[in-house]
DNA sequence: AACGCCATGTAAACTGTTACATGATTTC
DNA sequence: GAAATCATGTAACAGTTTACATGGCGTT
């Protein structure tokens, strides 16, 4: 159910294709959810059947930009304030972290480490998010989300780094 | 595919019937993969086909007790490390943080304290079984895994505090 | 006119959830 | 002996991924 709402979302912070919303959900939302193109041009379909949200255009290529119309808005907000979030998780990385104590010394350093290398290019890809951040087109209020992600990464790697150091000994 | 894997990695950890892996599912490892028993009953029906486990004991109620074999701990040891991680996640609370912008002050206020109380009751979740793994039965080496838990929440809670004190202003 | 990217869509296979179904053992 | 919990399984449905399929537009 929350890929209806992901799709609402992203088109309450602007009117887009369903092209770019798939471009949005693997960079933006990656961290937090992700879809296939596949999966977006039905649910596009299924949100204007229910009138949650409507053709604002036509493009090249015959591309169809949507918007989210006032009742979009009004279930986004109900499904935000008012239905209790599921907090389960699914993550592939998590899981991996959670097994490698079981691994003997030299793999669990070598899989901490490709990790770190992994983490360390999030940071740079988010530091360069927030950057860019001062030029963009529409006010965003989005900053300290970003924040959140830097930060968490942060822990992260710092925490990795005392486990490789700590598995050198 | 990691089902298979987190089933397999539980089972390296200690050897378990269904019914114990459907609890550390929602127990150990809610934060990252979650499963039900209709699900890993046919999952350890298939590893076993693939004699990657076995049965290593009958208890009451018809409960069979599996354990991992040679050739399982390898194919564990060999996805851990030479299979390329999938990084994407899955995480409704996820898209919720990034969508909340979107809401007027009010509103984010009230998610945010929704999910600062969640929160708090993770970290004393953690607290706890950081407390009782002292005493635990099994030499334990995942007290650093329960640390980067309790550090990500922190940061999290943390952070959700900063929120709700700048949208009251 | 050939190549590459933009853009949308559908079908089949796979994964995961909810609901149905049954029986054994312990506790009161 | 009734109720609660332990314990395992299957079936129907919903959600997700992978693969198939097609055509438009811009560049060289």
Redesign the pocket.
Same mark, same amino acid.
């Given at each position: 159910?929350? %890929?209806r709402y992901a799709v609402l979302g992203l088109l309450a912070r602007r009117p887009s !294709? $369903? &092209?770019?919303l !798939?471009q949005t959900f693997d960079r933006s939302l990656r961290s937090s959810w992700?879809? @296939?193109?596949?999966?977006i &041009?039905?649910e %596009?379909?299924k949100l204007e059947a229910a009138a949650l949200v409507e053709v604002v255009g036509l $493009?090249? @290529? @015959?591309?169809?930009t949507y918007a989210v119309t006032a009742a979009g808005r009004a279930e986004l907000r109900r499904w935000l304030v008012e239905v209790e979030p599921d907090r389960?998780q @699914?993550s592939e990385s998590g899981l991996r972290l959670f097994l490698t104590p079981l691994l003997d010394p030299d793999d669990r350093q070598a899989t901490y480490e490709r990790d770190l290398a992994h983490v360390e290019l999030e940071l740079a890809a988010l530091g360069e998010v927030q950057a860019g951040m001062q030029n963009a087109p529409e006010p965003e209020a989005f900053a300290p989300q970003v924040e959140l992600g830097i930060r968490m990464n942060t822990v992260l790697r710092d925490w990795l780094r005392e486990q490789i150091k700590a598995s050198a000994t």
């Open positions: 159910m929350s %890929l !294709t $369903g &092209y770019e !798939t992700h879809a @296939r193109h596949s999966q &041009y039905p %596009l379909a $493009g090249a @290529r @015959r591309s169809k389960s @699914r």
